[in-house]
T-cell receptor
């Protein structure tokens, strides 16, 4: 069962930053926050993950609040190819549970 | 580096028939996962292999589903006999270590008529 809450959908203008929120108020100390996305007709794609520090890679930035109860995925300059369903997933690292629990995600539509 | 590949990309079968889906993970990835999305539902975990061993098959819906990974390389998922509710997209993923990011294949779209 998904342990996160995300908005159902959001629109973003091409070239602007897209800020995707995620609530995970019951997150445990050993659980990381992962973000994946699924572009139409493709398999899910890993974006980024973090524990408590902010993280940045070539795709996005992840901002995690100090209490770790929520986070924001930032796509700095959204393009039309970023239109996808974005999934925020919490996942423990120290257990034997390696599966990803996908929720409904946020459908992001980037408009020209 | 080749990604995760799945075969076939689409399969249409009659209820009661058997279908076998294949997944080739990224070379060197010991961890292999199967997931599926049935119509209108969320993506759900089916099972996890570490090399040729089933580590977790808690998501397998029933005994009509059989997954194998002989030799610890490619994996097959057989559905026998297929039912209407098995229709959906079946994804395979692989990862190098247990906690590394999972790389997904494009999926196999299964339609049971």
């Amino acid at each position: 069962d998904a342990k996160t809450t995300q908005p159902t959908s959001m629109d973003c203008a091409e070239g602007r930053a897209a800020n995707l929120p995620c609530n995970h108020s019951t997150i445990s100390g050993n659980e990381y926050v992962y973000w994946y996305r699924q572009i139409h007709s493709q398999g899910p794609q890993y974006i980024i993950h973090g524990l408590k520090n902010n993280e940045t890679n070539e795709m996005a930035s992840l901002i995690i609040t100090e209490d770790r109860k929520s986070s924001t995925l930032i796509l700095p300059h959204a393009t039309l190819r970023d239109t996808a369903v974005y999934y925020c997933i919490v996942r423990a690292i120290s257990s034997n549970d390696y599966k990803l629990s996908f929720g409904a995600g946020t459908t992001v539509t980037v408009r020209a | 580096e080749a990604g995760v590949t799945q075969f076939p990309s689409h399969s249409v079968i009659e209820k009661g028939q058997t279908v076998t889906l294949r997944c080739d993970p990224i070379s060197g990835h010991d961890n292999l996962y199967w997931y599926r999305r049935v119509m209108g539902k969320e993506i759900k975990f089916l099972l996890h292999f570490v090399k040729e061993s089933k580590q977790d098959e808690s998501g397998m819906p029933n005994n009509r589903f059989l997954a194998e990974r002989t030799g610890g390389t490619y994996s097959t998922l057989k559905v026998q006999p297929a039912e209407l509710e098995d229709s959906g997209v079946y994804f395979c993923a692989s990862s190098q270590g247990r906690y590394n990011e999972q790389f997904f294949g494009p999926g196999t779209r299964l339609t049971v008529l």
